[in-house]
């Protein structure tokens, strides 16, 4: 059982930064890939942001490629996600999650534990 606690969300300008980092309880997180997700009112989950079991693997949705940055501190049992470049359409609240394989996956059916998520809103 793998329990995920996200934190960093919050109101940023256009432009701008935030971290968002999902602690996870659990002896065998280091076994597990990460993601991120996202979902906007009214739209469906959106997959962000994938890291394989060691960090040495990272894959990205086109939409944050080169703005977002996945990470991981197995020592930490914490997954971050920093975005720059914060842009209005980012607004959602966002998930960590994990999956029961070790390497990336974009797919959600892939990931077996969900956090309770995060608002992040961009304001223009």
């Known amino acids: 059982q793998v329990q995920l606690v996200e934190s960093g969300g919050g109101l940023v300008q256009a432009g701008g930064s935030l971290r968002l980092s999902c602690a996870a309880s659990?002896?065998?997180?280091?076994?597990?890939?990460m993601g991120w997700f996202r979902q906007a009112p009214g739209k469906e989950r959106e997959f962000l942001a994938t890291?394989?079991?060691?960090?040495?693997?990272?894959y990205y949705a086109n939409s944050v490629k080169g703005r977002f940055t996945i990470s991981r501190d197995n020592a930490k049992n914490t997954v971050y996600l920093q975005m720059n470049s914060l842009k209005p359409e980012d607004t959602a609240v966002y998930y960590c999650a994990a999956a029961g394989v070790s390497f990336p996956t974009a797919r959600s059916y892939d990931y077996d534990y969900w956090g309770q998520g995060t608002q992040v809103t961009v304001s223009s």
């Open positions: 659990g002896r065998t997180f280091s076994s597990y890939a």
């Open positions: 890291i394989n079991w060691s960090g040495g693997s990272t």
